[in-house]
């Protein structure tokens, strides 16, 4: 389902949940396609100071990222590098970035769930994105190894995701296998294939 929100002038996708969750996670989609419009650097603070408001193992807050807003050529060309070439339509964005975990607590520390909280920053900023009316696509499809060459980021951390940011567009601008993938009715596995009680494969009523 492809909706336009008059309200907010921005095209949505609502998940079909099964049951009611909060509107601002059922109205978070990974977008392909952008407008023109550039984030200003207030709004991206907002973003930011989302992510750092994550939970995280004893507040470590092993999160970092290297942004680019498309007005800074260099750095966003940099950024956009590396991409893989499936992910060429993130370069529309208004704002690239790289999350990285840094994974260690210090020397011989190494941090177990480095990963798990980055993602935890990289869906708030997501959840408060889609609340500015903004929204955000998540992508494993980029090169860690071209992103530590030409970022120049240190051993101990780790590039984990790319992460495109922008304004929403319509779909139908996007080429024809682009708009495909975003027009593919949302989809999610059911809570009978992911919840269990007590047991592995044991179903406990919830499902
Ligand atoms: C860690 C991670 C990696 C992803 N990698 C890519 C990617 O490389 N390219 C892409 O188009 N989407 C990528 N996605 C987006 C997923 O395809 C998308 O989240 C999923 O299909 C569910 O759609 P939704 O986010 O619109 O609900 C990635 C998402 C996550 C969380």
Sequence with gaps: MLLYSYNTGVFERPAPTDHPILDMLARRWSTRAYTTQSIEPETLRSLLEAARWAPSSGNGQPWHFLIARREDTAAFEALGSTLAGGNAWAK????????????????????????????????????????????????????????????????????????????????????????????????????????????????????
């Design 92 to 207: 529309q964005a208004a704002v690239l970035m790289i999350a990285v975990a840094s994974l260690d607590r210090g020397a011989g520390k190494p941090n177990a769930t480095a990963l798990f909280e980055l993602g935890l920053a990289c869906e708030n900023m997501a959840v408060q994105a889609v609340g500015l009316g903004l929204s955000m696509h998540m992508m494993g499809g980029f090169s860690a190894d071209k992103a530590r060459e030409v970022c120049e980021i240190p051993e101990r951390f780790q590039p984990v995701v790319a992460i495109s940011i922008g304004y929403p567009a319509d779909p139908n601008t996007l080429s024809e296998e682009l708009r495909a993938k975003d027009l593919t009715p949302r989809t999610r596995k059911p809570l009978s294939e992911i919840i269990f009680t007590g047991k592995w494969g044991q179903a406990g009523g919830l499902e």
